[in-house]
Nanobody
Framework: QVQLVESGGGLVQAGGSLSLSCAAA????????MAWFRQAPEKERGIVAV????????YYTDSVKGRFTISRDIAKNTVTLQMNSLKPEDTAVYYC???????????????WGQGTQVTVSS
């Protein structure tokens, strides 16, 4: 079992920046791909970014490329999502997730955090 706890959400104006952090506890001896998903009201939860277990590979959904950066500190069991040039359409609840394999599909992720709200005002 892995427990994931997100932090760092909040309210920011368009064009601003936020940094989300996800701390993992429990079976952190195993190596997981980590991802951030987001869910806006009345929309499905969708992938934002993925980072491999080694940290060497990353994936970004098209709408955040060039603005968001995912990184991980393996020693500290943390994953960070740096979000720059935020837009109102980035407003959503952001979830951290862990998968035994590299994946972008929601169904492949076994462990989830509780979510953190990000609100971008225009």
């Amino acid at each position: 079992q892995v427990q994931l706890v997100e932090s760092g959400g909040g309210l920011v104006q368009a064009g601003g920046s936020l940094s989300l952090s996800c701390a993992a506890a429990g079976r952190t001896d195993r190596r997981y791909a980590m991802a951030w998903f987001r869910q806006a009201p009345e929309k499905e939860r969708g992938i934002v970014a993925v980072i491999s277990a080694s940290g060497e590979s990353t994936y970004y959904t098209d709408s955040v490329k060039g603005r968001f950066t995912i990184s991980r500190d393996i020693a500290k069991n943390t994953v960070t999502l740096q979000m720059n040039s935020l837009k109102p359409e980035d407003t959503a609840v952001y979830y951290c997730a862990a998968s035994f394999t590299w994946a972008t599909a929601f169904s492949r992720y076994s462990y989830w955090g509780q979510g953190t709200q990000v609100t971008v005002s225009s």
